[in-house]
């Protein structure tokens, strides 16, 4: 999502052997053997055996994006004294804006070298996906020439085994799963990257969008949206077809409660800036999917914008489809921005997110933070609420 016409944005696994074998949760108080981790081949669903949520019925998971990786990170202070029981990167959790290979690897090393996160990654449990600056560079999709060391890179410091799926399909998407107590929490991370047909933009938006900028310096407060408009082409693709096979298998399977990470905005209506509301199709046939396969209990989570909210998108006949987005770690865009959906206030600075569950009330409590820890949103939800009528 670029800020500027002319530059990238400027203002602004597994649940991995070799991780969750030398590092547990400091505020569980334990390691997790590489021998409990369990993972279903034929449908490639891996098993996160975590400490401590046999014993209670309240899970914390955890969830933020848009980390740059030469900027100070106290963050993560707040995020572990959060106790997450889980935290999952979804995107932008570097900056690369790579122009060759070398220069993606480079960003790499930066960032495995960044003592604050790869502390708290020796502390807590994490998954992790990538969104369009640690994939490679802005904006871009499967048009993007070193796809496939990106692939490499990011599964080589994500801890992915050697015959790990993430490493030769087209797309690093992976499903967990988190079983306790006779209940199920499905975390479903998908490739918003590999695959994905270009963006298409509108000329005059864009060339406008620079006395725009200047407009809300000097203080005009009407939101501004980006220049990206729907792709109306019937073969524009977010998932690719492979992913989409794999995302409906996924969604067969049963769940008390489903996150499904989407790195770029799913409910978000009118931004123009990236957000499935660019593929008109394929938010569509998701919809669709969670309808048809009676796939209850789906929350949305997103990141990418460089601020916090909470979007829904309500369909008749079908349970509302929440959008909880936290952005950025670091990353923070005050300009306001139009979403039709937003149903919160905007948090325009450093925030992580919080999913709490509470399975003897059957409620969500959908919160985003700041660097302090303190709730800055919140948003109730009943389970029972995320049901197909």
């Known amino acids: ?80 004294q959060a106790q997450p029981d889980l935290f999952a990167f979804i995107g932008d959790n570097l900056y690369a804006d790579a122009k060759s290979a070398q220069e993606l690897a480079t960003r790499y090393a ?20 990538y969104d369009d600056h640690d994939y490679g560079d802005d904006d871009v999709g499967a048009e993007y020439p070193y796809k496939r060391e990106s692939q490499r890179l990011f599964c080589d410091e994500w801890n992915e085994p050697a015959n790990s799926p993430r490493r030769t399909r087209p797309g690093v998407y992976q499903s967990y799963r988190i079983n306790a107590q006779g209940r199920s929490v499905q975390i479903i991370l998908m490739d918003l990257r590999f695959n994905r047909t270009p963006l298409k933009s509108d000329p005059a938006r864009k060339s406008g969008y620079a006395d725009l900028m200047r407009q809300a310096a000097a203080g005009a407060t009407q939101p501004i949206p980006g220049w990206y408009v729907p792709n109306p082409d019937p073969q524009a693709t977010m998932l690719g077809e492979q992913q989409w096979q794999w995302l409906e298998r996924q969604l067969r399977r049963p769940a008390d409660l489903r996150l499904v990470v989407s790195t770029i905005q799913f409910a978000a209506e009118g931004t123009g800036w990236e957000s499935w509301s660019n593929f008109p199709r394929d938010r569509q046939r998701l919809i669709d999917q969670i309808r048809t396969l009676r796939a209850d209990n789906v929350i949305f989570l997103s990141g990418d914008m460089h601020y916090g909210e909470v979007s829904r998108l309500d369909l008749p006949g079908q349970y509302p489809l929440w959008d909880i987005t936290s952005s950025g770690l670091t990353e923070v865009w005050s300009v306001p921005t139009p979403n039709t959906r937003r149903i919160s206030p905007v948090i325009a600075e450093p925030n992580f997110g919080v999913i709490d569950i509470d399975w003897h009330t059957r409620r969500l409590l959908a919160s985003v933070r700041g660097v302090d820890g303190d709730i800055r949103l919140k948003q109730d939800i009943s389970l029972d609420s995320l049901r197909t009528v």
């Open 1 to 80: 999502m670029t800020r500027h016409p002319s530059s990238p944005k400027q203002v602004l696994s597994q649940a991995r052997r070799r991780f969750l074998a030398q590092a547990g949760s400091v505020a569980l108080a334990g390691t997790v053997p590489a021998a409990t981790l369990a993972e279903d081949t034929a449908e490639q669903e891996v098993l996160l055996p975590l400490h401590g949520l046999d014993q209670r019925s309240q899970w914390r998971i955890a969830f933020g994006s848009c980390a740059r990786q030469n900027k100070p990170q106290p963050i993560w202070q707040a995020i572990s």
């Open 110 to 129: 930066e960032f495995h070298a960044l003592e604050p996160v790869q502390q708290f990654r020796r502390q807590v449990p994490h998954i992790a996906i």
